[in-house]
């Protein structure tokens, strides 16, 4: 029976392909820890320090990877080391619950953080740190969240007295002070029958030397800081804090950490003056959260099972699930650039570009990867830096990944870039052009997402207030921006262009050039997207910034753009209604998504068909059979497939469906004559126009079989694809009705033992504007003004879902205004737009928005 099509209950699997460089890692160097697992890995500009699970931190000479020192005075495992570069500060967390800091320069210790509840906070397995709010933030086995801002702490010769000092940050300890003894880790042997004392474990009252430099100084009298009980979230997580991130750069809202637990979930958090704030919680429901890594707006969440979750922080969406390895834990990641290098427990790491591809798979420890960091070294080669249980620390040249253009343009002020402010336009289409966001494949899914996070950043530098909307898991996200106009006493018209920021694929067969490489040829621009729909979608945007720089901009221009239009608007409309209140009130929407019917001549469109797609099956109960053996005996499902398709249309392809063209408008005079002129514009029949943009019609799109597809073969199982387009005023949901019943009742008729199953894939109505509407009639002014003669009224024989969705959800009318030409290829190999039409159709929205103003349409 017919229906909706069926959803997958796994959501956007893995999907990563491998796809070797050829390039690997090359091992540069190893070093040995003496019988000890390498826990934590750190690095400054001259050192490489290791936390062992053996208490101590080794300091390597990164020049001549020499032992050059050892860091002693935790008396547990060393479980987290980061380095403060501003400071020259190494801060190291252990299972005695304690922090630890130590100088970089002198390798000499600095203070001794102890953690509100001292012990009673367990091991502490995770440290981030804050250069802009100077704050350590740590991770507890007991669950709670503790952090301590560093910025307040007096200097050392301060709390060299034996005085007790108090601030907001926490309670220092002078050096004189004993701390207080610790009943496991300070004990005596049981048979000295001795009470636990600070001393036990280090009689001489002075550093242990070491297999480096002696150093002669006390770690136990190093001034202790307690944290206070104000800096601290009691259950934080459900489980143990095992890893956190600091994102200081992030796009939207501040400065945010990141933590993830044994609790299967990754938390943000905004961090406050005050502390963090819970902002969100991913739950990844795949195991604990082991290892983090940050890029931008994006977290990396390395989980048990051999899973990484890849995170949106501002849609706050699960991006795509990575499957590793299943069944092998992983500990550890880090980023370069664009690669994430993941660490696994059977001692294997693997690479992954930005497309989520595993580019190289190799063998990194006889034992599991503990720990690993990323030095990006400012002459030289990056290294990645990894630690094992099996003693050893290995040094790896990683070789950065080949820059994309678009990954290139950063964060960098667009505006401020371009050659001058008349070429912004064209600069930043090159910048847009650059990124394949061709949604309906798979792995293109992140350049999507990327796409999506320049755009904002681009309608932020031109002007706008723009912010990233969610559409779902695994969906690519809307892009919202908005041109606020001047502040004036009466009410401003808003108004919404609607577009989309995907395309569909460009195989390089056919292409003069890279299709994702804006090139100029001829006084066109070509590039996948040029047309439909990036360079539309710029000139808008620059129209708007153009006029808000002149301080002429009287409307307010709300920009939403979508990534999916090209596989169906999926997510879309539940998208838009959710958000409905960050959009607002709209008081006309504008689209600018097709071409012209000529050349030479403006046109504006007022009519899309809609469209209908459905899939049918028909399987019998057997195999593939062989026709030799088995022809004559047996109800083919071709057979059965054939003649079914066959009463949908007559000899002269009217639609077989009862009541089909009940409903259509009929054509009026006003409308005919308009099709006798373009007739003769464009040399074509008038019924060929009618036909193709006002008449409904039925297409058969293919017809697949199952088995070898050669002509011995009967296949058990047939499958077709059938779509209408409709017009004013068949109703969408009784034409969709009508299609699926027709086609059960003629497979009834048939009595063919074989199973008949028909869907809906996708639906979408038909749109027909007002050329008598005052919006229509300005827009239609701002043409003639730019181009010198009034525009032609055309329709279109395809289809946007968006546009009669949008008329609905807003209750107004949308304009069409095309830019391209006849002959700019969207869809096809060498897609281009003229360079003339871009500028000025850059300069007919000005025009129309500033007519709009004069009006108040509002």
Request: proline content about 6%; charged content about 20%; some cysteine.
């Amino acid at each position: 029976m017919y229906g909706t099509a069926p959803v997958s209950p796994i959501l956007d699997p893995s999907l990563s392909r491998e796809i070797s460089d050829g390039v690997l890692p090359r091992l540069v160097h190893s070093l040995h820890e003496t019988n000890s697992s390498v826990l934590s890995l750190a690095a400054s500009d001259d050192y490489i320090f290791s936390g062992s699970q053996n208490q101590d931190i080794s300091v390597w000479d990164k020049r001549t990877y020499r032992l050059k020192d050892t860091l002693r005075g935790h008396t547990g495992s060393v479980l987290a080391l980061v380095y403060a570069a501003e400071k020259e500060w190494l801060f190291s967390s252990s299972g005695d619950s304690t922090v630890r800091i130590w100088s970089t320069t002198t390798l000499n210790p600095i203070y001794v953080v102890d953690p509100y509840l001292e012990t009673g906070a367990g091991d502490l397995f995770s440290l981030a740190w804050s250069p802009s709010l100077q704050t350590l933030y740590i991770g507890c086995q007991n669950t709670a969240l503790q952090w301590l801002n560093l910025r307040t702490i007096p200097s050392q010769e301060s709390v060299s007295s034996n005085t007790l000092c108090a601030s907001d940050s926490g309670i220092f300890t002078p050096s004189g002070t004993p701390r207080k003894a610790h009943k496991f880790f300070d004990s005596y042997p049981q048979y000295e029958r001795k009470p636990a004392d600070i001393y036990a474990n280090n009689p001489t009252g002075k550093r242990t030397p070491g297999y480096g430099t002696p150093v002669e100084s006390d770690p136990s009298t190093a001034p202790h800081i307690s944290i206070p009980a104000s800096n601290v979230i009691d259950s934080a997580h459900f489980g143990y804090i095992y890893c956190l991130a600091i994102v200081e750069e992030c796009e939207i809202g501040g400065i945010k950490l990141i933590s993830g637990s044994g609790d299967e979930s990754i938390k943000i958090w905004s961090c406050t003056s005050n502390g963090p704030v819970l902002e969100h919680e991913f739950t990844c429901s795949i195991g604990a959260v082991f290892a983090l890594a940050t890029q931008g707006d994006t977290i990396y969440g390395g989980c048990q099972d051999g899973i990484v979750k890849v995170l949106d922080i501002e849609t706050r969406s699960i991006v795509r699930t990575i499957i590793v390895q299943e069944g092998v834990d992983i500990l550890s990641m880090s980023l370069l650039k664009s690669d994430l290098y993941v660490c696994l427990a059977n001692g294997r790491i693997q690479r992954y570009s930005a497309s989520f591809d595993c580019t190289a798979s190799w063998r990194c420890h006889n034992g599991i990867v503990l720990s690993s960091i990323l030095d990006d070294q400012r002459n030289g080669t990056p290294k990645l830096i990894t630690g094992g249980n099996d003693d050893n620390i290995k040094i790896w040249n990683a070789i950065p990944p080949k820059t994309r253009s678009f990954q290139a343009s950063g964060p960098q002020l667009l505006v401020a870039d371009a050659p001058s402010r008349g070429e912004t336009l064209e600069y930043a289409l090159s910048k847009f052009i650059s990124f394949p966001s061709v949604s309906s494949n798979l792995s293109n899914r992140e350049d999507c997402r990327q796409a999506a996070i320049w755009l904002r950043k681009c309608l932020s530098q031109l002007g706008a207030q723009a912010s990233l909307l969610p559409t779902g898991e695994g969906r690519s996200p809307l892009v919202l921006g908005t041109f606020s106009g001047l502040q004036t006493q009466t009410t401003k018209p808003r108004i919404l262009f609607y577009g989309h920021y995907d395309v569909m694929a460009a195989p390089p067969e056919g292409w003069h050039s890279d299709p994702f490489v804006l090139t100029g040829r001829n006084g066109s621009l070509y590039g996948r997207g040029a047309t439909d729909n990036k360079g539309p979608i710029m000139a808008v945007a620059c129209a708007a910034a153009a006029l808000l720089r002149r301080r002429s901009l009287a409307v307010d221009l709300v920009l939403l753009i979508e990534g999916e239009e090209e596989c169906g608007s999926t997510g879309f409309e539940n998208a838009v209604r959710m958000h409905k209140d960050a959009i607002g009130h709209i008081d006309a929407i504008l689209v600018s998504n097709s071409t012209w019917i000529t050349e030479e001549h403006p046109c504006i469109t007022y009519g899309l068909r809609g469209v209908v797609h459905c899939d049918l099956e028909i399987t019998s109960a057997l195999p593939d059979l062989h026709s030799g053996v088995d022809g004559g005996g047996v109800v083919e499902p071709m057979d059965d497939m054939i003649k079914l398709l066959a009463t949908l249309s007559d000899r002269q392809k009217g639609v077989q469906i009862p009541g089909f063209y009940d409903h259509v408008r009929p054509s009026s005079e006003e409308e005919k004559s308009n099709y006798k002129r373009l007739a003769e514009i464009t040399n074509k029949p008038a019924s060929s126009l009618s036909s193709r943009w006002r008449e409904p019609s039925l297409t058969i799109h293919t017809i697949e079989v199952s088995g070898p597809q050669n002509s011995t073969v009967i296949p058990g199982t047939v499958k077709s694809q059938v779509s209408i387009r409709i017009v004013p005023d068949q109703d969408l949901d009784t034409i969709s009705r009508s299609l699926c019943d027709y086609l059960t009742r003629s497979f009834e008729h048939l009595q063919s033992p074989n199973k008949f199953d028909v869907s809906l894939q996708k639906a979408a109505d038909w749109w027909l504007g007002n050329l008598d509407d005052p919006w229509f009639k300005a827009l239609e002014a701002a043409v003639r003004e730019e181009w010198g003669v009034d525009p032609l009224h055309i329709r279109e024989g395809g289809s946007i879902p968006s546009v009669p969705y949008l008329e609905k959800e807003f209750g107004c009318h949308a304009l069409h205004l095309p830019l391209g030409q006849s002959s700019d290829q969207a869809h096809l190999p060498n897609e281009r737009i003229s360079l003339v039409n871009l500028q000025r159709g850059q300069s007919v929205i000005e025009r129309f928005l500033l007519k709009v103003a004069d009006a108040n349409f509002a």
